[in-house]
């Protein structure tokens, strides 16, 4: 997703191969998927560093190639992150090439599950959500989010936001519009070179 505010200066942009399970916890799945990714996503943290506080809630959702970048607006920066995009396409479709199909039915619901969890995540706390508000407002930036960022909701699944994430819960019964419960966020790449997670040490 990327935002461009036009008269505005600067410019915040993500970029990332997300993962459909956590690869903090599911070391098999990083190996598989991300491991030989790595340089492609050294070479953009170089370039593109670090955007800010990401909250702790927000970062299992995002890979350790992720982009997620704050800068000055120019024309070199601007072809950097058009640069990432399409190397991080080309890098999806490469993915989707040596992709196998699963047969299992247990595991397709845990994807789907797994799918629908992250898109209902992203819906609701998006890290983009207060630069969208900002710009159209909060009723069109929630129908974008919801009906064409993170479409498929509604046909994926059933569950809500609060069935996945119950912490969020006020007493009414409606959703804490705070972006994190925990209070913590990154404010540092939390990630090694390695793509290690080693944002326990980093969380302030």
């Known amino acids: 997703m990327n935002h461009d505010f036009g008269t505005y200066p600067w410019l915040i942009a993500y970029r990332d191969l997300n993962p459909l399970h956590d690869v903090t916890s599911r070391r098999d799945y990083k190996e598989k998927y991300y491991d030989r990714l790595l340089p492609l996503g050294l070479k953009y943290t170089e370039l593109l560093p670090w955007g800010g506080k990401l909250t702790s809630e927000s970062i299992k959702f995002f890979s350790p190639i992720v982009i997620w970048t704050k800068f000055s607006s120019s024309n070199s920066k601007h072809e950097d992150l058009y640069s990432a995009f399409m190397e991080y396409y080309k890098a999806w479709l490469e993915l989707m090439e040596q992709a196998v199909e699963d047969t299992d039915p247990s595991q397709i619901t845990c994807n789907l599950e797994a799918h629908h969890r992250y898109l209902t995540w992203r819906a609701e ?36 936001f609060l069935d996945y994430f119950p912490e969020y819960s006020i007493e009414d019964g409606t959703i804490n519009e705070k972006r994190s419960i925990i209070g913590k966020g990154f404010e540092n790449r939390p990630w090694d070179k390695n793509g290690e997670f080693i944002g326990n040490d980093l969380r302030n």
């Open 125 to 160: 706390k998006d890290p983009g959500h207060g630069v969208l508000k900002r710009l159209i407002g909060e009723k069109l930036a929630k129908d974008l989010l919801r009906n064409f960022l993170f479409s498929g909701i509604d046909e994926l699944g059933s569950k809500t």
